[in-house]
């Protein structure tokens, strides 16, 4: 019988800080990134007034707004000012795969989209990508904890230094800005934090990884 060295263990999901294919999570959020672009430019070249297909608060019309509004920019200052976060946050929220990243940003799309209709003033209709941004920061802020991952803290610190007075858009303020779909974005990244956390270790528990030794 005989031993060899382990290989160097993988992080795993649940203390891993960047995605495990980063080529990949980079083409990914650059193509989503592309795509609000492009739809903003049929938009203003057209012009075929695409935000009226945006979130219009409890009118059965306007529901559908919900899967179309983080898509929809009102003008080119708008969407500029969602591109980073959306291209940095998207990015390292794929720590734990890219099956993972849908499941969290599908949840934060759908109940950041449906608290906008729900709870959102009336004949206001509601676009942009800031909703799916207030998630993914949020489900970087707190996943940490969950995983109890020191390197997660240590990238959530940093986030929190930079971006950390955003969070003030959770709250009731400029007319102009749909603090319904931050706050609700926000509490969908804080749930996924917590769902992704023990899905990961109840797989855990039920695949433990042993290392292999040669006869």
């Given amino acids: ?53 945006g979130i219009v608060a ?3 019309s306007g529901l559908d707004g919900v899967i179309w509004a983080p898509l929809l920019h009102g003008g080119w200052g708008h969407l500029f000012s969602n591109t980073l976060p959306v291209l940095l946050f998207g990015f390292l929220a794929m720590a734990g795969g890219l099956g993972q990243w849908i499941a969290v940003t599908v949840t934060i799309w759908l109940v950041s989209g449906l608290g906008v209709w729900l709870t959102a003033p009336s004949g206001v209709i509601t676009v942009g990508a800031s909703g799916i941004a207030f998630g993914w920061l949020a ?55 917590w769902l992704t956390s023990r899905a990961t270790r109840v797989k855990a528990a039920a695949n433990p990884t042993l290392p292999e030794l040669p006869a």
């Fill in 58 to 60: 409890r009118s059965w």
């Fill in 139 to 193: 489900f970087l802020l707190v996943r940490g904890i969950f995983n109890k991952s020191l390197k997660q803290l240590a990238v959530a610190f940093v986030l929190f230094l930079y971006w950390g007075s955003t969070l003030l858009g959770v709250l009731p303020g400029d007319p102009g800005i749909s603090w319904q779909g931050h706050l609700f974005g926000a509490l969908a990244g804080v749930l996924t934090a």
């Fill in 1 to 53: 019988m005989s031993t060899l060295p382990a290989k160097p263990a993988d992080p795993g999901p649940m203390n891993r800080v960047v995605p495990p294919n980063p080529k990949q999570a980079a083409f990914v959020v650059l193509g989503f990134t592309a795509l609000m672009y492009l739809i903003e430019l049929i938009d203003v070249a057209l012009p075929v007034h695409l935000d009226r297909w």
